[in-house]
């Protein structure tokens, strides 16, 4: 049963059309689709709409057909929207909903007041069934309705889930669907099948080895930048290093990784930003330099990279929190590991080196400059960071 009926069974009332009542708002343009990507519940929301616009927003720009981000004033701004977050009235969002060409969102009111309209609706489902909380009104043949991959043995209705049940639909499959909505294809993106999302795929990072300078904003990534002093080949690299590094927190918002026992004061002058620092302790680590970092104000955080040394490290600096660096490995996938054969992969975070771009460490070990196709490197170094990662594979291809 669906809630609207089970509603209106508990109401004693009879379901009819809803009355909705709009209000213009003006836009540059005439054509559009919708975009919502929040809702009134965490555990609803897709984390992967970025990638979802990567594969249509070429299709949609040769037609002229814009993306209208619609939803709450602090929602994240997807890129190449045209953005409309709490900007306008509800009766406004009605009439935008009304006159676009199609909707894609969450399970959320907008889906609802779309059925009203009949428009074609693209819709997304995790953590409630998709027969019970999906559009109730429309032509049902102009809806499709995306169900993600239970984590567990029935949906959990929870606001929260820590491993979202939607974020298990593939943003191929959410493409291939507005794309055929509009009358448009993308064989390539029909083709292709995700394998699995690390947990901070959605997350996006620029890291830098401070081997160069270059005031290069890449788009859909953060402004600022994590400087990995810590990925220094030598010693004789640390003072290269630090010239380098100051000229990106002059610049930049920046993280500082290093491993070294430097004097901080050399950063002292662009200190305001400097949001974060973090330090790699190892058993010959110096507790007075550890007492001084904490006095620098910038609350540093510590981590240990060999798992051989975790425990002698936390015991040795007991006052403080140190944790083991992510140490992910192969055997973490839940899937075949033949399919890495056939196995590509798509990375949160860009690695910059000597104004070069890398999509991983592993990547960048090899001189494997970013491309927007890449296989899966087999290596140890790799599944380090998995949980960065999304890897798909092409379904028609032969392992």
């Given amino acids: 049963m669906h809630l609207i009926e089970q509603y209106a069974l508990s109401c004693g009332v009879k379901i009819d059309k809803p009355q909705v009542e709009t209000s213009f708002f003006p836009l540059p343009f005439e054509k559009?689709?919708?975009?919502?990507?929040s809702s009134g519940m965490p555990s609803k929301n897709y984390d992967y709409f970025e990638d979802?616009?990567?594969?249509?927003?070429?299709?949609?720009?040769a037609h002229n057909i814009k993306i209208i981000q619609i939803g709450g004033k602090n929602d994240i701004a997807l890129h190449n929207c045209y953005h409309l977050q709490g900007k306008t009235t509800?009766?406004?969002?009605?009439?935008?909903?009304?006159?676009?060409?199609?909707?894609?969102?969450?399970?959320?009111?907008s889906t609802h007041v779309a059925s009203g309209f009949n428009k074609k609706i693209v819709s997304l489902y995790g953590n409630s069934p998709k027969e019970c909380c999906g559009p109730f009104w429309g032509d049902h043949k102009n809806q499709v309705l995306l169900q993600g991959k239970l984590n567990s043995i029935k949906h959990s209705f929870s606001p929260e889930e820590k491993n979202k049940a939607v974020n298990n639909i593939c943003s191929w499959e959410i493409a291939s669907s507005i794309l055929k909505s509009l009358g448009l294809k993308d064989k390539n993106a029909e083709s292709l099948e995700t394998i699995y999302c690390g947990d901070s795929y959605w997350n996006k990072a620029v890291e830098v080895i401070p081997n160069f300078y270059s005031p290069t904003e890449i788009e859909g990534f953060p402004k600022s930048v994590n400087l990995r002093l810590d990925y220094r080949d030598s010693l004789n690299d640390v003072s290269r290093f630090i010239n380098y590094s100051q000229q990106w927190m002059g610049k930049h918002l920046t993280h500082l990784i290093f491993k070294d026992e430097i004097d901080l004061n050399i950063f002292r002058p662009f200190f305001k930003n400097l949001a974060k620092i973090s330090f790699c302790i190892s058993p010959y680590t110096n507790e007075e330099y550890v007492k001084l970092l904490k006095k620098t104000g910038k609350s540093p955080s510590f981590f240990c990279t060999n798992p051989d040394h975790i425990e002698d490290v936390q015991l040795k600096f007991l006052d403080y929190k140190v944790t083991l660096s992510p140490q992910g490995t192969k055997k973490d996938l839940d899937f075949d590991l033949s399919l890495c054969d056939n196995a590509f992969y798509k990375s949160s975070k860009l690695l910059l080196s000597e104004n070069k771009m890398y999509s991983s460490r592993a990547s960048y070990l090899k001189n494997l400059e970013f491309s927007n196709t890449e296989k899966v490197i087999d290596s140890p170094e790799f599944w380090k960071e998995i949980e960065y990662y999304k890897l798909y594979r092409n379904k028609n291809a032969k392992n």
């Fill in 32 to 37: 559009y689709i919708i975009l919502h990507a």
């Fill in 52 to 61: 979802v616009i990567e594969t249509i927003y070429p299709h949609l720009e």
């Fill in 90 to 109: 509800l009766h406004q969002t009605f009439y935008l909903i009304k006159n676009c060409l199609a909707l894609l969102g969450n399970d959320s009111f």
